[in-house]
C-alpha cells in the first residue's frame, strides 16, 4: 500500500498539536515537559515563557518547585546544548545521546593537545564529589592538577562527558549566569541508565515532533546514522509522504485535520519547535529564517499566526510600562494585530510583573 500524502498544512497541524500549540492544556509541568520532549535552555527565561504559552493559567513558581525538587533538571542534553528535561528522561536518554556530546569534543581543536580524558574526567568527579561547584571552580582545580593541558578543555570535557546537571537557586529564573553544577547521581539519587538503545529516544521524537524523517530526528539530536533505527522500528511506525520526502510516525499520534485553527502564539528564544526538523518549511518559511537564526547562534523569540512564524517579539520595561515589540515579516491586518494584542498583553505582565502597565506595540515589517 502506498504511503499517505500529507499537505504542508497538515503536517503543520499535526506537530502543533504535540507541542500544546492548538489548545492550552493544564498538565504538571514535569508531564509537560516531557509531552515536549524536552526544552531547549541555552538561557534561563525561555522555558518558563514557552511553558506559559502552552499551559492555561502558568505559574512559575510551579517550574521553580519542579527545579528545586529535582523533578525537571537542567542539564546538557541534545545537541550538546543545555536542555529542560524531566528528571527521568535526563537518566533514560542521558547515555544514548553520549555519542554526541562526546562527538562535539572536536571543537576544541589544538586546545585539546595532551588532554587524556579517563584521568581528567576522574578528577573532575572526585571534585564534584565534594559539592557542587561552578566551571570556574572546576576548571581552576583541574588546572592546578593538569597545568599542562589548556584550561579551557580541562572544563569542556567535564561538561561533555561527565553526567551533571544545574543546581537551581532563589534566582528569578531559578538560574545565575554562573550556575553551580552537581553530579546527576548525586542530585538525582540514581544513576543514568546505561543502555544505548537510541529506539525509544526515537520514539519520543516522533511523539513531541512527529510526523518526521530519518534526517529530522537526527536533526533534533545529533544522532546519527539514525536511519538503521527508524528502520527497525518500521513495522510499528505509520509512514507518509510530503513531497519526495518520506515522514514516520507513531500509530496513534495526533494528527488533526488542516482545517483545524491555530491561535496566535508567543514562542521564547530558542523554542525546539524551530529546531527540531531538518525541514523546517512546516513552521516557518525559509525566506524568513535569517530574521530569526542569528549569525552568532541565537535564535530570536518568535510569534506564531496560524500556525507559522510570522514574526520575532521583545519585551522590554522602562519605569513602570513594559512594551512588548512585534517585529513582523509582513504588514499585520487588523484582525491579527487584535488577536496578537489579546495574547500579549498577558505575557508582557509575566515576563515583567513588576510592571504597572503594559503595551503591545508593532513596528514596521522587518
Known sequence: MAPETLTPRALNRATLARQLLLEREPLPVGTAVERLAGMQAQDPRPPFVGL?????????????QALAT?????????RGTLHLLSARDYLAWRSPLQPVLSAGMSVLGDRAEGLELEPVLAAARELLADHPRTFNEIRGLLQERFPDVNERALGFATRMCVPLVMVPTEDRWSFPRDSRFALAGERLGAEPDPADDPRELVRRYLAAFGPASVADAQSWSFLKPLKPVIEQLRDELVVFKVGRRELFD???APRPGEDVPAPPRFLPEFDNLLLSHADRTRVIADEHRGQVFT????????FLLDGVVAGTWTVERKRKLATLRLVPFAKLTKASLTALRREGEPLARFVEPEAEDVEVVAEAPA
Do not use: E
Request: zero cysteines; a positive charge.
Open 70 to 78: 529535582a523533578q525537571v533538571v537542567r542539564a546538557t542534553s541534545l
Open 250 to 252: 507513531l500509530p496513534d
Open 295 to 302: 549569525k552568532n547562534l541565537r535564535v530570536r523569540a518568535t
Open 52 to 64: 506559559w504559552t502552552r499551559i492555561p493559567d502558568f505559574d512559575a513558581d510551579a517550574l521553580r
